[in-house]
């Protein structure tokens, strides 16, 4: 009797500890996830993804009634249809669905990219298409002509100044106070994204089993995850990289609320990069060969072009206001300086294409001067160019990724929801790691998926992975999650969790972990992963 009254106990115990779970999961997680599943094998096998086939009927025929399969798909539980879904959407779904199970087949990639992002609705007939293209290639052009007539008017600026200071110098005259004011303030100016960590010395602690310990690329977090006196701007192992080197950062407004504040240490380490500047051509162009020219172009490259003396002001200024010359003389020189580090290595990257690139972000960044632009833009452009090789549809399509992406640069706000998520989605799917994160140093504010949020992961996966990766992050939405970022970032490190916990790894084992695996992983084998944690958290929702 009393061991059955002991038995019933625990049990109750246990079954309460279990509806406290589910409701913690209710509350935390309810809106991470769709609560519709739509499952891979119905009507049909989606594995083998979206095939030019499949694409082809498509087009041909997507008036044709729904099959009894699919129109169960789109019904709820109680037989009526989901508010989310109508009949004359049905394959779209039914596509979205080949696509987050299985990728798109890389021949029709261009056709169907520019659906995924929302350049065209799905539906639409050839003659739509056209007529939207058309609009699009209007404007893009005009958008072209007014900051291209307005780089002019920068470039102007910035030869008559260069003439003007190395006037000054040539006679021995010291420069004007109010302009290496402005020197200083380039210095200073900045959306800074990445910061680098200081990687443990090798030889100071054993190398954990289970990971090469050769260093492949800087360790990049947030700038909120390092103190600010410990804040070192340095640069990137290799040019030949692909990362834009750490002293071009982004720059927006001179009203940004971002700006940083004026540091004099910032000044002279600014002053120390300079060789970098003498390889790398920006809106400043032209090298000068005597080397009293060499140090003017020098100083010249940081110049802030917004207080000149007045002889060295045009007339023809008087179209554009002097905030307005600024804000787009810094925004062209940092646009400048990362286009011709933008993936070097990879064919694509012609100089006849980077200057399309270059079109292309600057284009977006003149309709979007209230950010500016941000370190990390042309990672997320340089994809969208490779598949669609067409500038006005690349300038749209990423005006449409920007939409979303936007939000987790530093004006956006939306990273700081991704870390608290990723803490919820650990702290409940999986309590081990999450409790060594917080034994070793506690870092389960999670600043190491920093740089994957930052830019959907491009910079961990190679080219063609991150096709495979960014087309289902773009249907996730529709089909599991409109945070399927966070359950990639959850796959990664569930994939390497024995590593992580064999190795006891703190905060800066597992960023330098993650920068040494960078371009090595099995994708196919993390999407699998990411899209079991989704229907795991869904079936959670399920069970009521």
Known sequence: MVETRVDGSLSAVFGLAYCRHLSTVRTHLSALVNHNIVPPDRPCEASGGLSKEVWSKYQKDCKVAPEPELYALILGRSGQLLPRWNCSNYKELELLRLVYYGGVQHEIRKEVWPFLLGHYKFGMGKKDMSQIDVKISERY??????????????????KEMQSAIFAKLSSGSSIDSHVLRLVHRDSTLSNEVFMSVDEPDPGSQETPSGWDSTPTMTTLVPPAAVPQEERPLVEFDSPDSGLPSSRNYSVTSAHSQNLSSIDDGQSTEEEGAGGEDARTPGVLGGRQDSLSEDRLCSQ?????????AADAVSPSLSSYTIELLDTVALNLHRIDKDVQRCDRNYY??????LEKLRNIMCSYVWEHLEMGYVQGMCDLLAPLMVILD?????????????????QNFPNGGAMDTHFANMRSLIQILDSELFELMQQNGDYTHFYFCYRWFLLDFKR?????????VWEVIWVASRISSRHFVLFLALALVTVYREIIIDNNMDFTDIIKFFNEMAERHDVQHILKVARELVHKVQSLMDNK
């Open 141 to 158: 052009q005009q958008v072209m002509r007014e900051w291209k007539a307005c780089e002019v008017i920068v470039k102007q600026r910035e």
């Open 300 to 308: 010249l490259d940081k110049l802030v072009t917004s207080g000149a």
């Open 348 to 353: 694509y990257f012609t100089a006849a294409n």
């Open 390 to 406: 067409d500038e006005c549809l690349a300038y749209s399509c990423f005006t449409q990724l920007m939409k979303r992406m936007s």
């Open 460 to 468: 961990e996966l190679l080219y063609e992975d991150v096709f495979a």
